[in-house]
């Protein structure tokens, strides 16, 4: 089957965009990564300037989801790194979503993953392992649950509660 984009996806199904079934993220991130399109069933996680809960979700086999890291679009460290996107690439995530920084930019998109961020940070976060699994998010204007679908393309990241058959 031949990708179809987002913009098709939300052309194609404005009744499920009226009742808030499907939802578009606020353009606020950075593609970075070799896979600039992506989907999967999404897998949620909240931190702030910590990053030991995202790195353990990282070591399970991923299985073509996405991560989604509600960061508390904190700008004043980097949340993800190099080091656990290889890890995650490995593991089979199909990708990232960071309400938050990350850094070793050039080690990302040098992966085989989707990766989107607020922006780049040298700093790096804490490793405490602080913060919740699992949880309803509110993100760039959109709630975003455990379980629902994620499509990411360079136009823009949409949720779905269902699978859209794309």
């Known amino acids: 089957m031949a990708f179809v984009t987002t913009a098709e996806v939300c052309d194609a199904n404005q009744e499920l965009i009226r009742s808030g079934q499907l939802r578009a993220l606020q ?6 990564g070799r896979r600039q399109i992506f989907s999967g069933p999404v897998v949620t996680v909240k931190v702030f300037e910590d990053n030991g809960l995202i790195r353990l979700f990282v070591e399970e086999k991923g299985n073509g989801r996405v991560l989604v890291v509600d960061g508390g ?3 004043r460290c980097a949340i993800l790194g190099g080091n656990p996107v290889v890890q995650a690439q490995n593991n089979g995530w199909a990708g990232i979503i960071v309400n938050g920084c990350i850094r070793d930019v050039d080690e990302i998109n040098g992966c085989d993953i989707g990766v989107r961020a607020l922006a780049s940070h040298p700093i790096k976060a804490s ?6 699994q699992r949880v309803p998010l509110n993100i760039a204007g959109t709630r975003i649950c ?9 136009d823009g990241i949409l949720v779905s509660q269902i699978e859209l058959s794309v």
């Open 27 to 32: 353009p606020i991130f950075q593609i970075y």
């Open 73 to 75: 679009g904190s700008l």
């Open 146 to 154: 455990d379980g629902e679908w994620l499509y990411a393309d360079t």
């Open 127 to 132: 490793k405490k392992g602080l913060g919740e």
